[in-house]
């Protein structure tokens, strides 16, 4: 589904993507000012993304037998993702930070970029559901309960997100 101006690039080459488009792997997902998208992968996997987000799907491999790979490069922006029918390990969500581990999950995370460095980045993470991990800097932070939060920073800081959960 998308809302206003999605874009997938290829290399050098944007195309509009509309409701029913096809996404590929190594594709660049881009979404404008007040505009959104929800992907849903064959593996019924959804990813939802807010303004002004961007993406790279890696790698998607599909398999009924739930033996399927999902890795992700979240650039920028808001996201929510709810996992599908695969083995919960086999997801992977890469940042400019670290990377989310999900575990038949439904998580939130934010990746933004510092106002006034620009290769700093912040990435904040809420477990709605299920079991997630954030590897950085050789360090794992696992969220367990429902309403975990956290919020690490390029410089491999982490702690509290600077708002209150209520789940």
């Known amino acids: 589904a998308v809302k206003n101006n999605v874009q997938g690039i290829q290399g050098k080459t944007a195309r ?45 491999v599909y398999s009924p037998r739930g033996t399927g790979q999902v890795v992700l490069n979240a650039v920028q922006g808001a996201f929510r993702f709810v996992t599908g029918s695969p083995n919960p390990r086999s997801y992977t969500i890469n940042t400019p930070v670290g990377s989310l581990g999900v575990r038949g999950t439904v998580v939130e995370f934010l990746v933004a970029p510092s106002p006034t460095t620009p290769t700093a980045y912040t990435v904040y993470v809420i477990l709605i559901e299920g079991l997630a991990s954030f590897k950085f800097q050789g360090r794992t932070h696992a969220l367990t309960h429902r309403g975990d939060y956290f919020a690490v920073t390029s410089d491999g800081v982490s702690g509290p997100a600077p708002w209150n959960s209520t789940v």
């Not at 509309?18 to 929800?38: K, P, W």
């Not at 303004?51 to 890696?58: K, P, S, V």
């Open 16 to 60: 509009p993507l509309s409701t029913g488009s096809d996404v590929f792997t190594n594709e660049r997902i881009r979404t404008g000012e007040n505009s959104l998208a929800q992907i849903l992968f064959l593996d019924k996997t959804t990813l939802i993304m807010g303004a002004r987000a961007e993406l790279t799907l890696d790698k998607f």
